[in-house]
């Protein structure tokens, strides 16, 4: 939850302290905090200076992410911007293979330490390419007041977020994630009238097409959360898979996100239009095969659905992520593209905590038996459905009321 809470923060504050220090200082600086929190992490001799090492990894991990989107945004013109983001997108699936054999490897000799300090050269050596690559960009002249209030009342909201997903009373969980949503809005909406702000003009209206494709990116993180949080489970206590295995059928869903990616990359109009909304209803399939069959199907039909989840969600996330960029209001272009991993993130929280709610609502909260767990895979995977199709609903939508706009 710390490293969550503090990388949600890390990305909102991508976009101030850009201003502050320049594109190339500004993304040197997010490398060095990774890599200080990291190696923090691998060398920490407590629980707490550990959990201090993840908020600054957290923190750093945020603004990378954030500033890797800004300069998407800004440096690469639309007709490359798609196969760019599809390049990115085969990073993550490249990680997603590597990753569960690496954290595997320092699990089975007992040493979870090097699961952090293994990292280091890599986050060094990209950190000082970082600094040779990126152009300089100018720093403001006279910056404005880094948004300290803004930043803790997002952060509040997402800590109240992030400690309903871990408690197993429902009332106190609704409430507060009804205070969470109260803190978010009211972030945003602080947010509207500030000089520095933290995301673009009418960043959640659904009036507006910059809106709506928010909307859509949070529910694709809902989706995807939910099916991440809960078939782990539900494959090792149901079906009795080694962790190992579970987590490799949980790379089934992000290979195929990839897949998905790479294939569209190249569309253009009317094409990728076409893949924005009929990603979605793709993955609002998938989500009912899981809802349906996670607990009673054999593993290669289980993963099969992941892989129309992936598919439906990468194919329609890259054109999406595209659409937002293009969307950016002329002098926002920066703030629109490095607010797109502070969307997703708080659509990760709030899917993690919901799942969480409506896990314990169908009994998670008495024990993890088979059979409980059964009924609450069928339940959190059923409701996170209406994600997609809502998603697909808002695709819709979004292409009525900007026909011009393409993908690019």
């Known amino acids: 939850m710390v490293y969550m809470v503090a990388s ?41 200076f550990l959990l201090l090492a993840r908020a600054v990894q957290g923190f750093g991990g945020g603004l990378l992410l954030s500033q890797s989107m800004a300069l998407i945004g800004t440096l690469y013109p639309g007709a490359l911007r798609t196969r760019i983001l599809a390049l990115v997108s085969g990073v993550w699936g490249v990680a997603a293979l590597l990753g569960p ?82 803190a978010v809005g009211f972030t945003f909406r602080l947010d509207a009238d500030a000089a520095n702000r933290l995301f673009p003009s009418h960043p959640v209206s659904l009036s507006r097409p910059i809106g709506i494709a928010n909307w859509m990116s949070f529910l694709q993180s809902i989706t995807h959360t939910a099916v991440n949080v809960f078939l782990p489970l539900t494959l090792q206590v149901v079906h009795g898979t080694p962790p190992l295995i579970a987590g490799y059928m949980i790379a089934v869903l992000a290979l195929s996100w990839t897949l998905g990616s790479l294939v569209v990359a190249g569309l253009r109009r009317g094409a990728a239009n076409l893949v924005l909304a009929g990603g979605q209803g793709l993955a609002a399939l998938g989500m009912v095969g899981l809802a349906f069959g996670a607990a009673g199907l ?62 314990n609502a169908a009994g998670l909260d008495r024990g993890i038996g088979g059979a409980t767990v059964a009924a609450a895979v069928t339940l959190v995977e059923g409701a996170a459905t209406l994600a997609p199709i809502l998603a697909f609903l808002l695709a819709l939508r979004l292409i009525q009321i900007s026909p011009a706009e393409t993908a690019s």
């Open 101 to 182: 054999l690496v954290g595997g490897v320092f699990s089975e000799i007992g040493w979870w330490r090097g699961a952090f300090l293994v990292t280091l050269p890599l986050i060094a050596g990209f950190t000082l390419l970082a600094w040779r690559a990126i152009p300089v960009g100018g720093a403001a002249a006279t910056p404005a007041l880094f948004p300290w209030r803004r930043l803790g009342l997002l952060a509040g909201g997402v800590i109240m977020v992030g400690i309903a997903s871990h408690l197993d009373r429902l009332p106190v969980q609704a409430g507060l994630l009804a205070l969470a949503v109260i």
């Open 298 to 359: 054999s593993l290669p039909a289980i993963a099969g659905f992941c892989a129309m989840v992936g598919l439906g969600i990468g194919m329609s996330n890259l054109h999406l992520t595209s659409r937002i960029m293009h969307l950016a209001r002329p002098g926002e272009e920066s703030l629109t593209a490095s607010s797109i991993p502070t969307v997703r993130s708080l659509g990760i929280a709030f899917g993690a905590a919901i799942a969480g709610l409506l896990a």
């Open 8 to 48: 949600i923060l890390g990305a909102a504050s991508a976009a101030p302290l850009s201003t502050r220090l320049g594109a190339r200082r500004g993304f040197v600086l997010a490398g060095l905090l990774f890599l200080g929190g990291s190696a923090g992490c691998g060398l920490s001799p407590t629980m707490l």
